[in-house]
T-cell receptor, first 112, second 115 residues
């Protein structure tokens, strides 16, 4: 069965320090992975998707199929990065449709 | 585009009552997903609907829970005879393409408290 694991519930770093939010997945098919973010008092929104291989707000994430991981990284954390981060896996859901399976989330706090 | 609208934002029910949560997807979106977030837990998939069709209800509890997305009007998640364990935040998300791109647009959630 598909599963997304985010081992850290809480992560606290200082401004300017590197940050890595861990995500591991379990899936028998070809994985499509995403990071979603929820800032305080805002809606959950897409941050980035592995297929785009892009950097958003300084964040990158590389899919490592050997380690079944999709860790989110940023070299220099900013206070505005403080938020809840969810890793998500796209999985088949009836015919040619899909649904997202989410991890439990990691609350990142960037201290001044 | 106002985004995904959920109401009520907060709902309090006593055990045994019914809860109805509504979700209006973004304009032009015909795919709706419902997720539940229990305290200390992540988002758990409940059900995926298209207009007048339930596509995937593998995450719905077998009893007391139902969902619909009629041709006209919002999607409704209905919980009958609520129990304390139903207290949670219920999130709705919509998509124009059924998550094939992985991008879902979320509402602000409806927080159900069962007394």
């Amino acid at each position: 069965a598909q599963r997304v694991t985010q081992p850290e519930k809480l992560l606290s770093v200082f401004k300017g320090a590197p940050v890595e939010l861990k995500c591991n997945y379990s899936y028998s098919g070809s994985p499509e992975l995403f990071w979603y973010v929820q800032y305080s008092r805002q809606r959950l929104q897409l941050l980035l998707r592995h297929i785009s291989r892009e950097s958003i707000k300084g964040f990158t994430a590389d899919l490592n199929k050997g380690e079944t991981s999709f860790h989110l990284k940023k070299p220099f954390a900013q206070e505005e990065d403080s938020a809840m981060y969810y890793c998500a896996l796209n999985t088949p859901s009836g015919g040619s449709n899909y649904k997202l399976t989410f991890g439990k989330g990691t609350l990142l706090t960037v201290n001044p | 585009n106002a985004g995904v609208m959920q109401n009520p934002r907060h709902l309090v029910r006593r055990r045994g009552q019914e809860a109805r949560l509504r979700c209006s997807p973004m304009k032009g979106h015909s795919h709706v997903y419902w997720y539940r977030q229990l305290p200390e837990e992540g988002l758990k998939f409940m059900v995926y609907l298209q207009k007048e069709n339930i596509i995937d209800e593998s995450g719905m509890p077998k009893e007391r829970f139902s969902a619909e997305f009629p041709k006209e009007g919002p999607s409704i998640l209905r919980i009958q005879q609520v129990v304390r364990g139903d207290s949670a935040a219920y999130f709705c998300a919509s998509s124009p393409t059924g998550s094939s791109t992985g991008e879902l647009f979320f509402g602000e959630g409806s927080r159900l408290t069962v007394l």
